[in-house]
């Protein structure tokens, strides 16, 4: 529930997208949403939480949201499956469709030119470093396995690809597109 992510969920004080559903982690939820942990988090944090309160309450109130847990099918098609550590419930999405899968990663990456090649490199907005650490090496290693694509968050245009295995880490293979 970062700002680059739920903060366009509101404009000014409208709902962006009245009609929609927002699907969350509970975990995620619960972190975020919560005035205790906002409250107990060092000042520099507490903007996030503000952020993450002011986008994602008003759907709360409205009954606009369904916190998931685990490994969840959302709609036939797309499973959602936890992949916490860059925050309390990282959640990857599974979009399946003719025994093909796409891997929607969120924020598992930040820097591709340094983390494919060293999934140990960290950023500093990770809730807990060595899980998304550990995360980030078993989800890069099951979809360099599988040959499945992905896309994540942070990544350059068109922002999807396949990653294949190295023997020093892994590397990203960017999707062809048509200009």
Do not use: C
Request: hydrophobic share 40%; aromatic share 10%; glycine share 8%.
């Amino acid at each position: 529930m970062h700002p680059d992510h739920v903060g366009g969920l509101m404009t000014k004080d409208q709902m962006t997208f009245p009609n929609a559903t927002i699907y969350a982690d509970k975990e995620e939820a619960a972190f975020w949403l919560s005035a205790e942990k906002m409250a107990a988090a060092p000042e520099a944090n507490k903007g996030f939480f503000q952020g993450a309160q002011a986008s994602v309450n008003p759907y709360v109130k409205a009954g606009k949201t369904k916190w998931i847990e685990g490994d969840t099918e959302i709609v036939p098609g797309v499973k959602s499956h936890p992949s916490h550590g860059h925050t309390a419930g990282h959640t990857t999405y599974i979009v399946e469709s003719k025994g093909k899968k796409l891997f929607l990663l969120g924020d598992l990456i930040h820097v591709a030119a340094v983390q494919f090649e060293d999934p140990s490199i960290r950023i500093g907005f990770d809730t807990d470093q060595k899980m998304a650490e550990a995360i980030r090496r078993k989800t890069f290693s099951e979809i360099a396995t599988s040959k499945d694509l992905f896309g994540a968050t942070h990544l350059a245009f068109p922002g999807l690809g396949h990653i294949r295995a190295e023997k020093k880490g892994f590397d990203f293979v960017p999707m062809n597109y048509v200009r």
